[in-house]
Each structure stands twice: as structure tokens, then as C-alpha cells.
């Protein structure tokens, strides 16, 4: 059971639009931590996708974006490409468990 | 480019111990703190340890409190991982990440290609 929930799996079509939602609680997220996110392509290690919410490394595409509110933060991906189907993991901090916490991760599939 | 390279992972037996190293270059390793994070076969990411650029602080994960301790070779750009007791559940690719921090936020902005750690007996 991780400490922030994502639904485990989403899916859309090539250009549809996309979100990947990221729920924590007054210890984490609501606590006003920052949400991270991260992109796993199969069989590769986590890259940096989204940080402090809503920035996005230089090289990430503007396709992709993040936003945060109250307890709740969400990744949105538009313009749906096959290249991006993989794992994606939001993180932050907890204040009670004094440590970085990520969600289960989210498998999104391009149909 | 910065390049984190993971090493000595293997196959152990449950109660044994195992060393992992992360050799780091293309950055001055000895201004960033440093992570440790897995994922076991199938699982989602789990976070373990930090420790500060200086090696002066480490945090861990309940999960590993006691068992495994992060330490750091700044001389070398080398950061390890001593895990002792190792339990079938310890199993999981090993990931060793750069800390990138502003205020009190953290994020991981590069991590290493991953080392495969297998507790069996």
C-alpha cells in the first residue's frame, strides 16, 4: 500500500489527452511538499519528468505538464504518442514517515 | 552528462550480507546528497536512504532502519550501500539517484542504470 495512490493503469489513444492523478494526505502533499513525477520506460531506470509540481526538464516535452491542489496533484499528457507508453510515479515527502514517498505508479497504454 | 553506474548486486542468501556500490562521474559528486532507491520484481519504486553531500546526515526507510547503512566516498565519487540481514523481500533492482534540492524540497533529477540484488537460498 503506498503512502500516495495513482490508479494503476490508463489508456488513450495517439493524440488524445491524458491524466495521471496522484492522491496523498496532510502529511505529504497536503502539507504543501512538492510533487515530483517520474517517467519508466520499459526495462529502464526512472527519468525526472515534472518537478516542484508543474517545471519540466530541459528536454521534456511541453506535452507534458503537472498541477497541484490540496491533498492532490495530477500529470497530464497531451498529444498521445506511442513512445510514451510506460510506468509513471509521482513522489514527495511525509512528514510522518520523515522520508520520500512515491505512488504505486501508473502504467499508461497507447491504443 | 551525469553518469551514475551501479554495481555489485548478485545472488545471496537470506541472513547474509551484500555491498552495493554507485560510481558517479560528469558532476562534482562531492556537492550533491545522494539517494538509494529500489524496486522490487514487477513493483512500484520504493525510496531507502540519503545521505548529504558531506556525508554528515543519512536518513533511511523504516523498511531498512538498522540493516543497511549508506555511506560515501567523496575522495573516489563513490556512494555505497552495506546491506546486512538480507531477507527475501530486500530483493529488487537497486537504483542509486542524485539529489537535487531548493528549500526544503527534494526530487531525484538522474539515477543509475540499476543494479539486480536477488535474496534466495
Known amino acids: 500500500q503506498s503512502v500516495l495512490t495513482q490508479p494503476p493503469s490508463v489508456s488513450g489513444a495517439p493524440g488524445q489527452r491524458v491524466t495521471i492523478s496522484c492522491t496523498g494526505s496532510?502529511?505529504?502533499?497536503?502539507?504543501?511538499?512538492?510533487v515530483h513525477w517520474y517517467q519508466q520506460l520499459p526495462g529502464t531506470a526512472p527519468k525526472l519528468l515534472i518537478y516542484?509540481?508543474?517545471n519540466r526538464p530541459s528536454g521534456v516535452p511541453d506535452r507534458f505538464s503537472g498541477s497541484k491542489s490540496g491533498t492532490s496533484a495530477s500529470l497530464a499528457i497531451t498529444g498521445l504518442q506511442a513512445e510514451d507508453e510506460a510506468d509513471y510515479y509521482c513522489q514527495s515527502y511525509d512528514s510522518s514517515l520523515s522520508g520520500w514517498v512515491f505512488g504505486g505508479g501508473t502504467t499508461l497504454t497507447v491504443l | 552528462q551525469v553518469q551514475l553506474v551501479e554495481s555489485g548486486g548478485g545472488v545471496v542468501q537470506p541472513g547474509r550480507s551484500l555491498r552495493l556500490s554507485c560510481a558517479a562521474s560528469?558532476?562534482?559528486?562531492?556537492?550533491?546528497?545522494m539517494h538509494w532507491v529500489r524496486q522490487a520484481p514487477g513493483k512500484g519504486l520504493e525510496w531507502l536512504a540519503v545521505i548529504s553531500y558531506d556525508g554528515s546526515s543519512k536518513y533511511y526507510a523504516d523498511s531498512v532502519k538498522g540493516r543497511f547503512t549508506v555511506s560515501r566516498d567523496n575522495s573516489k565519487n563513490m556512494l555505497f550501500l552495506q546491506m546486512n540481514s538480507l531477507r527475501a523481500e530486500d530483493t529488487a533492482v537497486y537504483y542509486c539517484?542524485?539529489?537535487?534540492?531548493?528549500?526544503?524540497?527534494?526530487?531525484?533529477?538522474?539515477w543509475g542504470q540499476g543494479t539486480l540484488v536477488s535474496v534466495s537460498s
Open positions: 539517484a542524485r539529489d537535487v534540492n531548493v528549500g526544503s524540497e527534494h526530487w531525484f533529477d538522474s
Open positions: 560528469e558532476f562534482t559528486f562531492s556537492t550533491y546528497g
Open positions: 516542484g509540481n508543474s
Open positions: 496532510r502529511s505529504n502533499i497536503g502539507a504543501g511538499y512538492d
